[in-house]
């Protein structure tokens, strides 16, 4: 019998990259693709090999370029990165499983970006809206914020349901539950009818304060299931007050629901088969942070929008626990976009989040995006301030030094800085040209008009690309009240070693950490997450003086129970570990906190409200708005991470280079990162290589690799 992620289950539950790559990179990425499967060791298995042990649990984190996997074979950490199918990526998934464990039983743990590109290029499902009359506009209307303020020609996002497929009910609940108007027959008859006529791919419900009396949406449940279309009820997705959040959650779940069906069944169907239905497992990462069951996905994808870099804030987490450290940092930097995510022991999640310009109010880590990676373009603005993205170069055409690209991005600005090294680029089987990129970068220069020689202005581009990205770690740190002296700085992705340094040193942070195998640290986040359920339920109730131990109790147990039976449900088994929360507010507030909950949750969130906006007022009377419960069934993966780590040293000293470091050239040391030596000291200036990543170690750094595998860099 097959073990699940989290326990023995008593039944079977059912990149983030954004780009094409060019055929001649795609060539050489093929070749060190192999060269690496080689050199890992990876003892791809054949029917006369003994069988591995079973079931098999892979981690498998989908991207526009790699799909990376990540499994324990021996006690440690192996990878395989195979070139995904953007036309279909569970072709790539199928292929890499069927290297990995042929012949033997399976455990999946899918992150996708399924959803998220979806939600980005509006491709989704024909959504019809059912809400009370007279609220049919709120999805359009939305909140009286502008995006941008002064901008008199900004076009706001146009909803996922255009109006004539929004549709009003003739009915009332009042926000006590109280019902002061029925449909009638005649009415659901007619919607019912109406909604046919449109022929839409889904439906969305959101009925008027429903989460207090959820009656006639279930109803309306029944009825619209004769359309044979997935339908969405507000009250399962997210039974919280605030009808536009909740309106635009229920949509965005419904826009997604027949295209994540069509792609997870089609997932299940290659990696099961036909004569293997029930052999293997498939299970899919949550924006949370947690594993949930394909069927649940299916039902809800609106709770894996942020699945990738999800994965890749629980690798953070669990990588830097491994070296000691709880408050931590990640720091994601890719070719187009860097996510930063700030954790202070335990990962935890938030309710206000926007995804493609669309609110989503169920649980997500509190990830902040920004356009800055490798791939960014570089330019002069209309005033003659250099600029480094949103804009970026992709993989096709690419930086100039992949041999296609004619402008300049960051990873082009690293080169001509000796920050990357050509000849160590992908393991040395791509060769990055250094040549190219300087002639283009002069002539680029050139055409501005710039007095600048090309290492100032690769200088200034690193400068400025560093401050967007300071700017980010900002939002998560010091402007929500945590002082970033205090944490250490997890740098993975294809880029962050390179910038990881300066920015820990611009704000403050004394360490960086540079995971082993850095560009597989999303699908090792996948491998070790928990299985995780978010249950909530508005009560808004106002506390003068004692607070209403019986009543919260009473909600509490009710939502506890909800958190078994759906464990149940799935096939899950083993200990629940409970987190009870209450987001609270000051009576006349429009935003909440939210705050573990204890008898002393009140006075715990007067504390929360100064370290967040720097003061309280603990006169005032406090308002409970939201409790909340969070689920979790731990992993056992969690103890096989011992496996991951330092490789065997190999001998032979490091080359030197030029690298330019504050506008001066530096003899800097070049190891591969299989040449340290675990705790022995290196001094920068140094570069330190591997296959999916480069660290740059800055002059009168102190950098060391620990038993954990991982490279932790005390800053100066």
Not at 31 to 46: C, G, I, Q, Y
Not at 277 to 299: C, D, H, P, W, Y
């Amino acid at each position: 019998m097959d073990r699940g992620v989290g326990g023995t289950p008593a039944g079977q539950p059912a990149g983030r990259g954004r780009y094409k790559i060019s055929p001649s990179l795609d060539a050489s990425l093929r070749m060190w693709s192999s060269r690496h499967a080689r050199d890992a060791n990876l003892a791809f298995r054949r029917k006369s090999l003994m069988p591995l042990p079973s079931p098999l649990r892979i981690a498998i984190d989908t991207g526009g370029t790699f799909t990376d996997c990540v499994w324990v074979e021996d006690g440690r950490v192996r990878i395989l990165k195979v070139f995904s199918t953007p036309e279909d990526p569970s072709v790539a998934i199928a292929a890499a499983i069927a290297r990995i464990a042929p012949d033997h039983s399976i455990v999946l743990l899918h992150g996708t970006t399924v959803g998220t590109n979806t939600l980005l290029q509006r491709k989704g499902a024909r959504v019809a809206l059912v809400t009370t009359a007279g609220f049919e506009d709120v999805i359009e209307i939305g909140r009286q914020a502008r995006p941008k303020l002064y901008d008199f020609f900004f076009d706001r996002q146009e909803p996922l349901v255009p109006d004539d497929l929004r549709f009003g009910l003739n009915e009332r609940t009042e926000a006590d539950g109280n019902i002061l108007q029925e449909p009638s027959a005649a009415d659901l008859d007619e919607l019912a009818k109406r909604i046919r006529e449109k022929e839409p791919e889904a439906v969305a419900v959101c009925l008027l304060f429903s989460f207090a009396n959820t009656g006639h949406e279930q109803m309306l449940g029944r009825i619209l299931g004769d359309l044979r279309v997935p339908v969405s009820l507000s009250h399962q997705i997210l039974p919280e007050f605030r009808e536009y959040e909740r309106t635009s959650t229920v949509v965005v779940n419904a826009y997604l629901q027949p295209v994540m069906q069509r792609y997870l069944e089609n997932l299940r169907t290659r990696v099961q088969g036909p004569a293997d239905r029930g052999k293997n497992s498939v299970f899919v990462m949550q924006s949370s942070g947690g594993i949930t069951a394909l069927e649940a996905a299916e039902r809800e994808p609106v709770r894996t929008v942020l699945s990738g870099p999800a994965g890749g804030v629980v690798g953070a987490v669990a990588v830097a626990r491994r070296s000691g450290i709880e408050r931590v940092i990640s720091f994601d930097m890719g070719g187009t976009s860097t996510d930063v995510a700030l954790v202070e022991g335990e990962v935890t999640a938030g309710t206000q989040s926007e995804v493609a310009g669309f609110p989503i109010g169920v649980r997500m880590l509190d990830i902040h995006t920004v356009g800055a990676g490798g791939g960014s373009l570089a330019r002069f603005d209309a005033g003659g301030a250099l600029r480094a993205g949103p804009e970026s170069a992709g993989a096709d055409p690419g930086p100039i030094c992949y041999g296609k690209g004619v402008l300049p991005t960051v990873t082009d600005a690293n080169l001509l800085l000796g920050r990357l090294q050509g000849h160590r680029f992908l393991g040395g089987n791509f060769r990055l040209d250094l040549e190219r990129t300087r002639r283009v970068f002069g002539e680029w220069l050139a055409k501005q008009n710039s007095n600048l020689t090309i290492e100032q202005f690769a200088s200034g581009v690193i400068r400025v690309v560093n401050a967007t990205m300071e700017k980010a770690i900002r939002v998560v740190s010091i402007e929500r009240g945590h002082d970033p002296r205090r944490f250490a700085l997890v740098a993975f992705g294809g880029a962050g070693g390179l910038h990881a340094c300066e920015l820990a040193q611009a704000l403050g942070i004394p360490r960086v950490i540079v995971p082993a195998m850095p560009g597989a640290l999303s699908a090792f986040g996948i491998l070790v997450s928990d299985v995780v359920k978010e249950f909530s339920r508005t009560v808004l109730r106002r506390v003068a003086g004692k607070l209403p131990v019986a009543r919260l109790t009473a909600e509490f147990a009710e939502l506890s129970r909800s958190a078994k039976r759906a464990f149940r449900s799935e096939g899950w088994a083993g200990a629940v570990h409970e987190r009870r929360s209450i987001d609270l507010r000051y009576a006349g507030q429009g935003y909440e906190l939210n705050v573990p909950y204890s008898r002393s949750v009140v006075s715990g969130f007067h504390k929360a409200h100064a370290k967040r906006y720097g003061y309280s007022h603990p006169e005032r009377e406090v308002e409970l708005v939201t409790v909340r419960l969070r689920a979790v069934v731990r992993s056992t993966q969690a103890r096989l991470v011992a496996g991951y780590g330092a490789r065997p040293k190999r001998d032979g000293g490091p080359e030197i280079a030029p690298v330019i470091f504050d506008g001066k050239k530096h003899k800097t040391s070049i190891y591969g990162r299989e040449q340290l030596v675990p705790d022995r000291k290196y001094k920068g200036p140094a570069l330190i290589t591997e296959y999916s990543a480069t660290t740059v170690v800055p002059p009168g750094f102190v950098v060391c690799m620990d038993t954990a595998g991982n490279i932790v860099i005390e800053v100066r």
